[in-house]
């Protein structure tokens, strides 16, 4: 019997797309008239959009494998060199991330003092362990205040517009965390595992042929992947059909379907819950209160997405792929991304994108604002931070009120009590990017691997 995939963003395509390329009987139903939930590109007066992400470094094996069965490897695009800088804006302008230990010493992006403070690093201590810190805490230990507040918090926002004091270090940053645990210092570790890395070179070698580790997109944008995984899964996906209940039948499960203004039932052998925890909690609800109140606990922060465009010869081309902003700094926008310039493509020559993001957890309430405003926000912002003073001539909002889900302190523990609590139903999963990965590639990744999970329980389906 067929599996039932709730959801046709990412994380539900690459499922149900992946159950049936091996031959699984499986159907998708999302509630939107298009496919893709957060990610989706637009055309729009010689700009293409994107609606919510705009990239994914290429270094999970899992992305590529897909894209390649897609026959979508030819379409990568890589960043042009152009937007290698990135930029942070502290102590009243814009100042370039340095990218090496040497330019970070020479570099202004910390005053002296905290400079000396992180190479102090080198004598971090371990935590003890099963402690889940806040990715605060666990910065300031290892790096000081000041560089927790400027650097690892616009990292932070750049990923999950979140509060650096409420988010668990162990579900955002897990890497960080192993390597506390195996080296102590993070600055140790990292020495070590780039010596690991060249003693595993056969001498005089070359590395195997491996991923860019570019950031990335899809010609076309990154809707090409959505449209393809669409076209692929052809009739097996249903837009417009929302889900509405779940009940436990013989030998599986019912779906009530609300379709087209009609009510309809969808027995299958398996689900899979790939829709935002918010719903997912109220599809848990009647059949088990506990774990529908585990899933709903995890929050979400709302983000406005604003493309500010500019016509040839308005405004210079920016420099690097963008800026972030620290939330001390007190500013109103998160940061910008200079979309021309990481992918030129997505203008004719010579205009010039924007895209700025504006909310989180810090500022909820500026998602709130209607277009308008949020336009006008965004181009004081860019002005006062970037000296942007030309007049866009397209400018275009995406909303999304909950947006980004926030790995808060606790969510690995609550993570492990919804896995506990999934046992109690056979054939019953959680996909999605609220568990066990924001990212494009954790989605993916994890979505592979559930439906291979799904496969090698019941081959024949
Ligand atoms: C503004 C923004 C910028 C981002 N930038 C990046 C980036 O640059 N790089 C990166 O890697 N990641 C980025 N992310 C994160 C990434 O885009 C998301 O984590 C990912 O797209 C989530 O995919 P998903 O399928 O898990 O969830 P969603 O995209 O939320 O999909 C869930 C789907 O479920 C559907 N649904 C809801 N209720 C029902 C129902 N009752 N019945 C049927 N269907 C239902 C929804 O309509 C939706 O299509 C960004 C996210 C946002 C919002």
């Given at each position: 019997m067929t599996v039932a995939v709730v959801g046709g963003g990412i994380s539900g395509?690459?499922?149900?797309?992946?159950?049936?390329?091996?031959?699984?009987?499986?159907?998708?139903?999302?509630?939107?008239?298009r496919l893709g939930g957060a990610v989706g590109t637009r055309q729009h007066q010689g700009f293409l959009l994107e609606t919510g992400p705009n990239s994914f470094l290429d270094r999970e094996p899992a992305t590529r494998e897909l894209a390649s069965a897609l026959k979508l490897e030819d379409r990568i695009r890589a960043a042009d060199p152009a937007a290698k800088r990135r930029y942070v804006y502290t102590r009243g302008r814009l100042r370039s991330v340095p990218a090496s230990p040497p330019a970070f010493l020479g570099s202004d992006i910390l005053p002296l003092g905290a400079k000396l403070r992180v190479m102090g690093e080198l004598f971090s201590g371990r935590v003890a362990a099963g402690v889940d810190e806040s990715l605060a805490d666990f910065g300031r230990r290892h790096l000081g205040r000041t560089a927790t507040r400027v650097l690892l918090d616009a990292v932070q926002?750049?990923?999950?517009?979140?509060?650096?004091?409420?988010?668990?270090?162990?579900?955002?940053?897990?890497?960080?965390?192993?390597?506390?645990?195996?080296?102590?210092?993070?600055?140790?570790?990292?020495?070590?595992?780039?010596?690991?890395?060249?003693?595993?070179?056969?001498?005089?070698?070359?590395?195997?042929?491996?991923?860019?580790?570019?950031?990335?997109?899809?010609?076309?944008?990154?809707?090409?992947?959505?449209?393809?995984?669409?076209?692929?899964?052809?009739?097996?996906?249903?837009?417009?059909?929302?889900?509405?209940?779940?009940?436990?039948?013989?030998?599986?499960?019912?779906?009530?379907?609300?379709?087209q203004g009609r009510r309809a039932e969808l027995d299958a052998s398996e689900v899979v819950l790939a829709a935002p925890a918010y719903v997912t909690q109220g599809l848990l609800h009647p059949l088990d209160a506990e774990l529908a109140a585990r899933v709903g606990g995890i929050?979400?922060?709302?983000?406005?997405?604003?493309?500010?465009?500019?016509?040839?010869?308005?405004?210079?081309?920016?420099?690097?792929?963008?800026?972030?902003?620290?939330?001390?700094?007190?500013?109103?926008?998160?940061?910008?991304?200079?979309?021309?310039?990481?992918?030129?493509?997505?203008?004719?020559?010579?205009?010039?994108?924007?895209?700025?993001?504006?909310?989180?957890?810090?500022?909820?309430?500026?998602?709130?604002?209607?277009?308008?405003?949020?336009?006008?926000?965004?181009?004081?912002?860019?002005?006062?931070l970037a000296g942007v003073t030309a007049t866009p001539s397209l400018t275009q909002v995406y909303r999304w009120p909950r947006g980004i889900p926030q790995y808060t302190v606790g969510h690995l523990e609550r993570m492990a009590a919804v896995d506990q609590g999934l046992g109690r139903w056979p054939g019953l999963h959680l996909a999605g990017n609220a568990y066990k990965g924001v990212g494009l590639n954790d989605c993916i990744r994890n979505g592979l691997q559930l439906a291979d999970a799904l496969l090698a329980a019941s081959p024949r389906g």
């Open positions: 395509l690459v499922v149900a797309w992946r159950l049936r390329s091996r031959g699984r009987a499986a159907v998708v139903l999302e509630t939107s008239t926002t750049g990923i999950f517009a979140g509060d650096v004091e409420r988010l668990s270090v162990g579900a955002t940053f897990p890497q960080l965390v192993k390597l506390e645990r195996e080296h102590r210092s993070l600055i140790l570790g990292a020495i070590r595992a780039q010596r690991a890395q060249r003693k595993a070179l056969p001498a005089g070698g070359t590395p195997a042929p491996k991923l860019s580790g570019a950031l990335s997109t899809f010609e076309g944008g990154l809707g090409t992947l959505i449209d393809t995984l669409g076209t692929s899964l052809g009739d097996a996906v249903r837009v417009g059909a929302t889900v509405e209940g779940l009940t436990r039948v013989d030998g599986g499960w019912r779906l009530a379907v609300s379709e929050e979400y922060a709302p983000i406005a997405v604003v493309h500010l465009g500019f016509d040839a010869g308005t405004t210079p081309a920016p420099d690097g792929f963008g800026f972030l902003v620290p939330p001390t700094e007190g500013r109103r926008l998160l940061g910008s991304i200079h979309a021309s310039t990481v992918f030129p493509f997505r203008v004719e020559a010579g205009r010039v994108l924007y895209t700025c993001m504006v909310g989180g957890a810090k500022r909820p309430d500026l998602v709130g604002l209607d277009e308008p405003a949020l336009v006008a926000l965004a181009r004081e912002e860019l002005k006062a």
